[in-house]
């Protein structure tokens, strides 16, 4: 067979076979197996090792796809200064992912704002990379679709499909007040993963009142105890991080202000202006009211 003829048959076979990396690239390993006189094996090996690695890395690709998660709110977007150095030290063991293997939850609570929802999604993307499954989903969200797998009769289906993952990452449970009906879903699937995979959740609500969410006290206590039996629990007691960014910029402009205006008794416009401004500036009332501090109730 002529050296061209053994080329196409061989890159028919690596097709037959998926195996592009192999194809891509055997040419050039060829070519460099004979510089630097590399042995059949390594040569081999060569291939392989990038037939092994482009699998991975698509394999991942594809589990963050299919994950849902907020690719922002990551590991490198999340500054960990801000958390206790006990709070630290779990994350540390969290990303180690070993508490998937065991089965066991990690429920983050704390008041809006305070990262609850970063914090769960930056673990999570880190256990994504290092190639397990998770599913991110918004509570309302999950409740929905379990309801409309239920009125088609396909519930037990729909849960096994959620048992795929390695974690289910529920943000925001008890944020919408729930119907009896629309708990009784995401009663089953508490009772459903219990024990079988992890679950990840935030939770603006402290169990003191999760009563509101699973209405009946039985149901609430049944909830709590299948949540909390293999679980590891983060406090997030921390002010909102939106608010903190507001108020620091605000003393950043404060302190620009003061710099261009050394004399404010020579500026009386200037004097003007703090007096209309008041103790708190707009964008930081603002915030205050969209972290909730009002008389709403309080999206995290
Ligand atoms: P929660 O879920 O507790 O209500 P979020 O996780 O949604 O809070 O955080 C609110 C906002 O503040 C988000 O934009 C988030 O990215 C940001 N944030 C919160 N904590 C941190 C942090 N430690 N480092 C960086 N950004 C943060
Ligand atoms: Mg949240």
């Known amino acids: 067979m002529s050296a061209h003829a053994l080329n196409e048959r061989l890159v028919g076979h690596l097709k037959t076979l998926h195996l592009p990396a192999i194809r891509e690239s055997f040419e050039d390993e060829a070519m460099r197996a004979t510089q630097e006189s590399l042995s059949y094996e390594q040569y081999l090996f060569e291939l392989a090792d990038q037939e092994v690695e482009m699998r991975r890395a698509n394999r991942i690709a594809r589990f963050l796809r299919e994950s849902r998660l907020p690719l922002e709110k990551g590991l490198d977007t999340f500054d960990l200064k801000r958390l206790s150095h006990k709070l630290c030290a779990q994350v540390r063991v969290l990303l180690e992912g070993s508490f998937l293997a065991r089965k066991e939850n990690v429920l983050a609570f704390?008041?809006?704002?305070?990262?609850?929802?970063?914090?769960?999604?930056?673990?999570?993307?880190?256990?994504?990379?290092?190639?397990?499954?998770?599913?991110?989903?918004?509570?309302?969200?999950?409740?929905?679709?379990?309801?409309?797998?239920?009125?088609?009769?396909?519930?037990?289906?729909?849960?096994?499909?959620?048992?795929?993952?390695?974690?289910?990452?529920?943000?925001?449970?008890?944020?919408?007040?729930?119907?009896?009906?629309?708990?009784?879903?995401?009663?089953?699937?508490?009772?459903?993963?219990?024990?079988?995979?992890?679950?990840?959740?935030?939770?603006?609500?402290?169990?003191?009142?999760?009563?509101?969410?699973?209405?009946?006290?039985?149901?609430?206590?049944?909830a709590i105890d299948r949540l909390v039996?293999?679980?590891?629990?983060?406090?997030?007691?921390?002010?909102?991080?939106?608010?903190?960014?507001?108020?620091?910029?605000?003393?950043?402009?404060?302190k620009n202000e003061t710099a261009e205006e050394p004399d404010e008794r020579n500026h009386p416009s200037a004097n003007e202006r703090s007096k209309t401004r008041g103790p708190q500036s707009r964008q930081v009332r603002r915030a205050r009211a969209s972290e909730g501090q009002g008389t709403t109730p309080a999206k995290g």
């Open 229 to 254: 039996h293999h679980s590891v629990i983060l406090e997030l007691n921390l002010p909102s991080y939106r608010l903190e960014q507001s108020e620091k910029q605000r003393t950043a402009e404060a």
């Open 110 to 222: 704390g008041n809006p704002g305070s990262g609850k929802t970063h914090l769960l999604c930056a673990i999570a993307r880190e256990l994504v990379e290092s190639g397990r499954r998770v599913l991110f989903t918004p509570c309302a969200l999950l409740v929905q679709d379990l309801l409309i797998a239920k009125r088609d009769l396909r519930l037990a289906r729909a849960l096994k499909k959620l048992g795929r993952y390695d974690a289910l990452l529920i943000d925001d449970i008890g944020y919408v007040q729930q119907s009896r009906e629309e708990m009784e879903v995401l009663f089953s699937l508490l009772a459903d993963r219990y024990e079988r995979t992890s679950v990840m959740l935030t939770s603006n609500l402290s169990f003191s009142k999760w009563e509101t969410i699973f209405k009946d006290p039985m149901t609430t206590a049944a």
